[in-house]
Nanobody, 121 residues
């Protein structure tokens, strides 16, 4: 019914920048909150950033001042602009969206396929 496709992952050096993109498609009636999570090997998944339909944002303390989340409701797309990257930012990044589907008008959370971000020192 709904798919989230991520792009923009890759390998960068410490101090560099990278932008992740996540586009939702399918039987979408409305998208509520969207966000980005990340998970590094041996660590728990953590919320990196979240954004409301109206543009309200919240960030993990570890990325405040370095990462920026944004969205375009008309395009059903959310971005994560990452700057001043550190090796500890290395992880698989997953986008997520709370979607009201046209199919039964049900509310569900959907996830992207994951994007590997590797920051070298």
């Amino acid at each position: 019914q709904v798919q989230l496709v991520e792009s923009g992952g890759g390998l960068v050096q410490a101090g560099g920048s990278l932008r992740l993109s996540c586009a939702a498609s399918g039987s979408i009636f409305r998208i509520n909150d969207m966000g980005w999570y990340r998970q590094a090997p041996g660590k728990l998944r953590e919320l990196v950033a979240g954004i409301t339909p109206g543009g309200g944002t919240n960030y993990a303390d570890s990325v405040k001042g370095r990462f920026t989340i944004s969205r375009d409701n008309a395009k059903n797309t959310v971005w994560l602009q990452m700057s001043s990257l550190k090796p500890e930012d290395t992880a698989v990044y997953y986008c997520t969206a709370s979607v009201v589907s046209r199919a039964g008008l049900s509310l569900n959370d959907y996830w992207g396929q994951g994007a590997q971000v590797t920051v070298s020192s």
